[in-house]
């Protein structure tokens, strides 16, 4: 055998040993892999392999590497890239209504929200979505929290809803989430959410919303030290893909992707819910960072449900939402 023959053996014998992957597939993250959010999409990553045989491969790109993520769903329902784990809201350019996902101020607690993202007016406006973008939702939604409960950070110290008045405020890409924060009084500022830290510091902006779990890994604390729990809504991560990409699929490397979304969002679960506590008491012991859970959300209800009356009276509700959140309520008791 000669010297070139036997390297090419040996080149066979590795590719053999390394199979490539017959399908990869990317995944646009918005934050930092030491996240948890981050560490999740990772498990995600190497539970696909391993459900799939190695025949499915999973590429994750940080912190918005691909770009802001207005572009990143154009990306996705182009197939440009396969997953892009975020809210749901940003579904919105396709049924305006999925914005009802991240209502302010609208649902009891975290099982009464999932009790609604589970309901069939969500889940029928997901449908319109994918029907007119071909993007749709890998898996359970609610299943995946982002963050234990929401919070609102500070430049200055913040006591009472009224001093929410004047404050300049950074908001995603939501009519209904600016329309709210502006019935309070607020100055909203849409930013993607990897200019906020930067925004704050050259006092663009003063305030910041937040689920608890990302103001570590975003470092909001060191520019918006003053910290208070709001309940604002519940919010998970909507694992967005592409439905073509997921529907040339086999059934098994399907079965496998949805078994990895199991997997991470038992994960980003146990890791967010078991570890809120201990997030709160690093916060307290950060130098000049001030955290309140005693911050009376009541005035802001009080305030957001006249919000929320006044468009059902003038007809700008989605048809069933009062009634699905309703329903929703009484399915999580």
Same mark, same amino acid.
């Given at each position: 055998m000669s010297y070139f023959t036997r390297i090419a053996a040996a080149a066979i014998a590795a590719a053999a040993a390394f199979p490539v992957s017959a399908e990869t597939w990317r995944l646009s993250s918005q934050v930092a892999p030491e996240s948890i959010e981050g560490q999740a999409y990772e498990l995600f990553a190497e539970k696909a392999a391993e459900y799939s045989n190695g025949d499915l491969t999973v590429k994750i790109f940080p912190n918005s590497q691909i770009g802001k993520m207005d572009a990143v769903v154009e990306q996705l329902?182009?197939?440009?890239?396969?997953?892009a784990p975020s809210a749901m809201t940003f579904l919105a350019r396709w049924e305006e209504n999925v914005r009802y996902a991240s209502a302010p101020?609208?649902?009891?607690d975290y099982d009464h929200w999932a009790a609604f993202i589970r309901g069939d007016l969500v889940q029928g406006w997901l449908d319109n979505v994918s029907e007119a973008s071909g993007v749709s939702v890998l898996g359970d939604a609610p299943a995946f929290p982002r963050g234990s409960f929401r919070t609102l950070l500070t430049v200055d110290p913040i006591e009472t809803a009224a001093d929410i008045d004047g404050k300049s405020i950074r908001q995603f890409n939501s009519q209904l989430v600016i329309e709210a924060w502006e019935n309070l009084g607020a100055e909203v500022v849409v930013l993607p959410w990897g200019e906020v830290y930067d925004a704050i510091n050259r006092n663009i902006v003063n305030a910041v919303t937040s689920p608890l779990e990302l103001i /570590?890994?975003?470092r909001f604390y060191e520019v918006a030290p003053n910290i208070v729990r709001t309940n604002e809504y519940p919010q998970a991560i909507a694992f967005m893909m592409n439905k073509e990409a997921f529907d040339g699929l086999s059934e098994a490397n399907q079965d496998a992707l949805t078994k990895a979304h199991a997997d991470a969002s038992a994960f980003a679960w146990d890791k967010i819910f078991s570890g809120?506590?201990?997030?709160? /008491?690093?916060l307290k012991a950060l130098d000049g960072v001030t955290y309140s859970d005693s911050f009376d959300t009541a005035p802001i209800i009080a305030a957001t449900a006249e919000f929320y009356a006044a468009k059902a009276a003038a007809g700008e509700l989605p048809e069933g939402l009062i009634e699905a959140v309703d329903a929703a309520r009484e399915v999580a008791k």
């Open positions: 329902s182009g197939g440009v890239i396969q997953l101020f609208m649902f009891d /570590e890994s975003t809120a506590d201990a997030t709160i /008491e690093r």
